[in-house]
């Protein structure tokens, strides 16, 4: 008797366990809670928390007068004239020579990857900027082509603006399968059973 419950709390733990899935189609309206960092040329740093602005688009604005803000889907696009869904970062402050975007602790990961991923996140975006010796750089990997952090080394002059292209999917827990109930509840009346028939 004791094997069967065993074998009954491994197959119930296993059908509840929480598997990460993605939500693709991430917009800029969406990403509220990433925290982004600048660092600046004369020394140290300053942080702002990504927050929604008005329909698809949201930003992250420091104190020194810089912005990052995305209109619309991340993932973006291009179709010869116009990019859609670009990242716009507008320094209208001090000189910065970098910028971190930490998404992972507001549910988000950067896809990496353009064709579509076997983890169900599915097509992604590498980096992508129009910014000369702009170098990106991915970090806190999570899965496959999965990242939580961005970190981009750049020399930004006060007043200068630029964009860059990368993806964004949400991350989102799977709920209990409804199997998952049926073996808790079946496990729970064989339980009940036994203790009925001694």
Do not use: C, H
């Not at 709390?9 to 993605?22: D, K, P």
């Not at 998404?103 to 990961?109: E, K, P, S, T």
């Not at 702009?134 to 970190?151: K, M, N, P, W």
């Amino acid at each position: 008797m004791k094997k069967y419950l065993l074998a009954m709390a491994l197959a119930v733990t296993a059908s509840f366990s929480a598997n990460a899935s993605y939500i693709q189609g991430v917009t800029g309206a969406d990403m509220v809670g990433v925290e982004v960092t600048v660092q600046l040329l004369q020394g140290g740093e300053e942080s702002a928390t990504w927050e929604f602005i008005s329909g698809d688009m949201g930003g992250a604005f420091g104190a020194s007068d810089w912005a990052l803000t995305l209109d619309g889907d991340s993932f973006g696009d291009f179709d010869g004239t116009n990019f859609y869904g670009l990242f716009s970062f507008i320094n209208g402050g001090q000189d910065i020579i970098g910028i971190t975007i930490e998404a992972l602790d507001a549910g988000f990961v950067f896809d990496t990857q353009f064709g579509i991923g076997t983890n169900g996140s599915g097509a992604g975006r590498e980096f992508s900027t129009d910014l000369p010796g702009a170098i990106a750089y991915y970090d806190d990997f999570v899965e496959d082509e999965l990242f939580g952090t961005l970190i981009i080394d750049a020399f930004v002059d006060a007043g200068q603006s630029f964009g860059f292209l990368t993806d964004t999917d949400a991350l989102a827990e799977d709920v209990p399968a409804p199997a998952g109930l049926a073996l808790l509840g079946l496990g729970l009346l064989g339980m009940r059973l036994s203790r009925r028939n001694k």
